[in-house]
């Protein structure tokens, strides 16, 4: 421990004698500073012990001492040697009355007793106590990597906890706890999930200090890994400030957790390309063959129904933010799922279907929703983005080509319609006639209806309605004439005036679709 007021007051070669303050020489001392001026205060930073012979000071002025002795208490000094035999014999009772009124400790420094041995006792205990603590470092760094190597990352995080005597959490890059040292530490981790995520959020490295949950101890945050984004984050949980032999084996235990995380990172890689394989297989119809690539990296994923989810984005951010969210799920979960980025603008995940990773991309996708109804009603974030995710239909191995259409389609769709997530389900139970919103198909409807509407604009008639009638009622004269309110052979008459003005035939099925899907166009523009 670094040296303090009583074991300088202890030190049999010094003789020094307290003459105020008893109660507060437990304080360390940070340094020793010689001055004799009325006023060293701007030249103090805090912490040390001020010697002086009170060369220029009026020593037995109470007022004077007074002013002294407020001012070096204001500045963080921590004592004041005042030598005897030198200007005065003895402490003058004006200093010794103010320094405990102040509670300001004062030393008797002997004649004898050089001003340059106190220092020289302060620099040789502190010279100690960072030995011991750079000592104490080294011996932490050892153990902390012998259980790194031994144990993995639940030895080291029991070691950095006994070394600090408090409490360590290793959190995955979505925020969520990994592990835990001591066991009984796993909720009061739990409950920093939101200042990990807070923390996630700022460059590289990043750490920050926050209160423990409800106040019962002090915890440190530090992100671990090299690139951009933060690959992991470690909390250290301690009842106060971290010493310097702590702070050594918290930096010590982030240098190997850093390396942990960059080599899974290399691992995790290799992977990437092995799903690719297993991916580009499924798809070119070789289900056997990915399976056999596959092995048991992805459990039961390729046996049971799955699904294809598909993203694109012009940002890559929302891409990482996806592929975070539905590979943390499935960690925690222990479910297997496949992600493969196919460069930096598209995503592809096979995922089981039913399970946590689907619901995640769920998840995710309303998120961004919600983002994006923000920055349309002017509540502009700054995080908005062009994320669209199509997810297919539950298939499985041998039907993995046709899901992959089923999510692009899916995909297209919601680009279409300003959607972040639509499900290829959704689209075979609703109605096409969202799909009739493109503008080529209402250019198409418009040039297909102009001349009907250009006729009708003349007042010669009502070709428009009585065609919508006619149609509706599946070419039923009587009804539709019925509808119109109208006679029958008048609706014939129109009949063939539609006709002759398109050079069509109502007989022809395809033309009759083709008039009723640009009707019902025109409606849904309108």
Known sequence: MPPTLASLVHHSALKLTVRAGEDRLDVPVRWVHASELADPVP????????????????????????????????????GLGFAVGVNYDEIPQALVDTAGEEGLPLLEVPRRTPFIAISKAVS???AADQYRSVTAGFAAQRELTKQALTDGPEGLLAALAAQVDGWAALYDASGAVVATAP???????????????????????????????????????????????????LAVGTAAAL?????????????????????????????ERIGAAVLRLLLAGHPDHARAVAGNLYGGLLDAPFRIIVGESADG??????????????????????????????????????????????????????ERASSTAGEHTGDESELVVGLSAPAGPIAAAGAYKQAEQALSVARRRGRVLVEHEQLAAGSVLPLLADDAVRAFADGLLRPLAEHDA????????????????????????????????????????????????????DVRMELWLALKATAAAE
């Not at 959020?201 to 002090?218: F, K, L, T």
């Not at 050594?248 to 995380?261: E, G, K, P, R």
């Not at 599946?474 to 129109?494: E, F, I, K």
């Open 458 to 509: 003349t007042g010669r008639g009502d070709l428009v309605a009585s065609l919508r009638a006619w149609l509706s009622r599946h070419g039923q004269w009587d009804a539709a004439a019925a509808d119109l309110g109208v006679h029958r052979h008048t609706l014939r008459y129109r009949m063939r005036r539609v006709e002759e003005i398109l050079g069509r035939s109502l007989d022809d099925p």
């Open 183 to 233: 066991e009984w530490a796993g909720r009061r981790a739990a409950r920093l999930t939101a200042d990990v995520e807070r923390l996630r959020d700022r460059p590289a490295p990043a750490s920050s200090v926050v209160g423990g949950p409800d106040n019962e101890d002090r915890v440190e945050l530090h992100t671990l890994g090299t690139g951009r984004r933060p690959r992991a984050a």
């Open 43 to 78: 030249y103090m930073e805090g912490g040390e012990l001020l010697l002086i012979t009170a060369l220029k000071l009026d020593a037995e002025d109470p007022k004077a001492m007074r002013r002294y002795v407020k001012r070096l208490v204001g500045a963080g000094v921590v």
């Open 317 to 370: 951010d929302p891409l990482d933010g996806l592929a975070e969210a539905v590979e943390s799920a499935a960690a925690r979960s222990g479910e297997a799922v496949l992600v493969v980025a196919e460069g930096p603008e598209r995503l592809v995940v096979l995922a089981v279907d039913g399970g946590v990773a689907v619901e995640a991309c769920g998840e995710y996708a309303a998120t961004r929703e919600a």
């Open 243 to 271: 010493g310097t032999a702590e702070r050594y084996a918290v930096h010590s235990a982030i240098a190997l957790l850093t390396l942990t995380t960059e080599r899974s990172r290399s691992l995790q890689a290799a992977h």
């Open 124 to 126: 040789a205990a502190i």
